[in-house]
T-cell receptor, first 114, second 112 residues
Framework: DSGVTQTPKHLITATGQRVTLRCSPR?????VYWYQQSLDQGLQFLIQ???????AKGNILERFSAQQFPDLHSELNLSSLELGDSALYFC?????????????FGSGTRLTVV | GNSVTQMEGPVTLSEEAFLTINCTYT??????LFWYVQYPGEGLQLLLK?????DKGSNKGFEATYRKETTSFHLEKGSVQVSDSAVYFC???????????FGAGTRLFVKA
């Protein structure tokens, strides 16, 4: 157990639907990062939150959004889902020093869009 | 921009063989460098890191040295085991940056 909790582990949904992925960071970590892992694109950075505020954005589609709550858990919302959104979605957290000292990853949510 | 290039896999070795996975990077300034490992069905785990030039990161028999002159951070292990079969990712984070950039990953198979 890495200390980063992601739910659900698996999600199967239809095209056009909306889903919410949840992440609880390791205790004491203020930063949360979301990554998408697919076979053809590798690990793609989506977005980062630090202590409730958006800090950086990567290749995140407009159909996707995220937020970090006062208790530091984060949610990634994916809407108008397409077949190509099928992937593993990882959440990672880091302490205040940020990414310079490494991340702790959750075990991921496998999203399948049918 | 910043980027990481690592050798393509898969790499197939016999147990107790020597492992090298090459990684080179492009970055401005002085990035921190990492190796992460992903076992089947799991998330990535930080394997080792180095935060400045000539630093050697090591963990579980794996080593990598931060070479600024060759912009490289090659992963090595003297004697691999079947349990080392996994995907290995080289990564960097730059000073002032807010994210980590990952290489494409190298899959390692170790045969008994």
């Amino acid at each position: 157990d890495s200390g980063v909790t992601q739910t659900p582990k698996h999600l199967i949904t239809a095209t056009g639907q909306r889903v919410t992925l949840r992440c609880s960071p390791r205790s004491g970590d203020l930063s949360v990062y979301w990554y998408q892992q697919s076979l053809d694109q590798g690990l793609q950075f989506l977005i980062q939150y630090y202590n409730g505020e958006e800090r950086a954005k990567g290749n995140i589609l407009e159909r996707f959004s995220a937020q970090q709550f006062p208790d530091l858990h984060s949610e990634l919302n994916l809407s108008s889902l397409e077949l190509g959104d099928s992937a593993l979605y990882f959440c990672a957290s880091s302490p205040e020093g940020g990414p310079l000292y490494g991340y702790t990853f959750g075990s991921g949510t496998r999203l399948t869009v049918v | 921009g910043n980027s990481v290039t690592q050798m393509e896999g898969p790499v197939t070795l016999s147990e107790e063989a020597f492992l090298t996975i090459n990684c080179t990077y492009t970055a401005t300034g002085y990035p921190s460098l990492f190796w992460y490992v992903q076992y089947p069905g799991e998330g990535l785990q930080l394997l080792l890191k180095a935060t400045k030039a000539d630093d050697k990161g090591s963990n579980k028999g794996f080593e990598a040295t931060y070479r600024k002159e060759t912009t490289s951070f090659h992963l090595e292990k003297g004697s691999v085991q079947v349990s080392d079969s996994a995907v290995y990712f080289c990564a960097l984070s730059n000073t002032g940056g807010f994210k980590t950039i990952f290489g494409a990953g190298t899959r390692l198979f170790v045969k008994a």
